[in-house]
């Protein structure tokens, strides 16, 4: 069993920056593959970015590559989503999610998700 619990969203002006954490709970957190994802109102789940279990390969969805960054740390069983140069279609509640299988940018991979943490953008 693994608990995520997300934290790090608020109310950030266009061009401004937030850094996400996601603190994962369970021995064997650190074996799973970590993703991000977004779910704007009216909206469908999306995904945003995911990682590798040992930190090696990252993913990113078109729309962030260039502005997001995801990291993790084994050692704290937390990864990390940094934003940089928000816009204000990035307003959505975010959600960390972990598997331990591939295909990483769809949901029905994920076995756990957190409660999510709302990112506002204004312009």
């Known amino acids: 069993q693994v608990q995520l619990v997300e934290s790090g969203g608020g109310l950030v002006q266009a061009g401004g920056s937030l850094r996400l954490s996601c603190a994962a709970s369970?021995?064997?957190?650190?074996?799973?593959?970590m993703g991000w994802f977004r779910q704007a109102p009216g909206k469908e789940r999306e995904f945003v970015a995911a990682?590798?279990?040992?930190?090696?390969?990252?993913y990113y969805t078109d729309s962030v590559k260039g502005r997001f960054t995801i990291s993790r740390d084994n050692a704290k069983n937390t990864v990390y989503l940094q934003m940089n140069s928000l816009k204000p279609e990035d307003t959505a509640v975010y959600y960390c999610?972990?598997?331990?299988?591939?295909?990483?940018?769809?949901?029905?991979?994920?076995?756990?998700w957190g409660q999510g943490t709302q990112v506002t953008v204004s312009s």
């Open positions: 999610g972990a598997t331990r299988t591939g295909m990483l940018r769809l949901t029905t991979v994920y076995e756990y």
């Open positions: 990682i590798n279990s040992n930190g090696g390969n990252t």
């Open positions: 369970g021995r064997t957190s650190s074996s799973y593959a």
